[in-house]
């Protein structure tokens, strides 16, 4: 049976690319850490722009690494942050993950960030994860749970914001309360449970610098980005809304006691 389609709902405004582009092992995969060896061969699917894909070819210089990714069109960026970097253990190609192009017991590792929220079927997808790594070797998967994202001062335009992205994102066909699923996903995909190890981690963006970057770049995405495109053609928005919603993200980051978190959920399983 084939898999249910779903859309991505940011796209691959340069809004979202800069959100991408921060992403580091350290700051977005660090319960993975204790777990990389340095000949590992690792699969990182859903991978974007590559940070986190070339930090993993950092940390395994010995091993090798392929980032994949559902479009063309964000690769070239990917890349470019490879050879900027100087590395030559990583290359990157176009898949699906609930279909993907390698055999099985094929690597190490197989991660994905914040990929299975946006997929149509998150079961299909673990199962080929599980699927193309070795006995022994690990899928990791790190997911956004978008209900516990707390803004401080609290503004009820930041709050439709919220509800906003949640109902595009179901209407597209994701769940953006991913994070809170994944150890049931993993399960119905075939892992033991003694064999999912679960933990939680948050972004947390407080001091001035940390607001103005994402309060800036949210508030472009808010006006910019495929979010805007999916309410504007749904008819969930109007653009004077959107352009209030962004100007109350900007006065949110101007706040000296502002406060943001997202919590995600992660889980490490053994295959």
């Known amino acids: 049976m084939a898999s249910k389609e779903a859309k991505y709902i940011n796209g691959y405004h340069p809004s979202v690319l800069r959100s991408h582009n921060w992403r580091t092992v350290e700051n977005s995969a660090a319960y993975l850490i204790p777990y990389l060896r340095p000949d590992m061969h690792i699969l990182d699917v859903g991978c974007g722009p590559g940070t986190i894909t070339a930090d993993f070819a950092r940390l395994a210089p010995q091993g090798q690494v392929v980032g994949l990714e559902h479009s063309a069109e964000v690769l070239d960026k990917a890349r470019e942050n490879a050879a900027e970097r100087g590395l030559t253990n990583i290359k990157f190609s176009v898949g699906d993950i609930h279909k993907l192009d390698f055999p099985d017991n094929a690597f190490d590792l197989v991660h994905a960030h914040q990929v299975l929220q946006h997929v149509g079927d998150p079961v299909k997808a673990l199962s080929e994860m599980r699927r193309v790594t070795k006995p022994g070797g690990f899928v990791a998967v790190r997911e956004g749970d978008f209900a516990n994202q707390v803004y401080y001062p609290e503004d009820s335009c930041l709050e439709e914001l919220l509800n906003l992205h949640a109902t595009i994102a179901r209407s597209l066909g994701g769940e ?5 699923r994944i150890v049931s996903w993993a ?17 947390c963006y407080s001091s001035p610098k940390e607001r103005a970057w994402w309060g800036d770049m949210w508030a472009e995405r808010t006006v910019k980005s495929g979010l805007a495109t ?18 109350a993200l900007r006065k949110w980051a101007a706040n000296e006691d502002g406060w943001y978190a997202l919590m995600h959920g992660e889980i490490l399983c053994t295959v």
């Open 176 to 180: 953006p309360n991913a994070g809170r």
């Open 187 to 203: 399960m119905k995909a075939g892992f033991p449970r003694e064999n999912i190890k679960a933990t939680a981690s948050a972004w």
């Open 230 to 247: 999916s309410a504007l053609e749904m008819g969930l928005a109007t653009q004077e809304r959107l352009e209030q919603i962004a100007d």
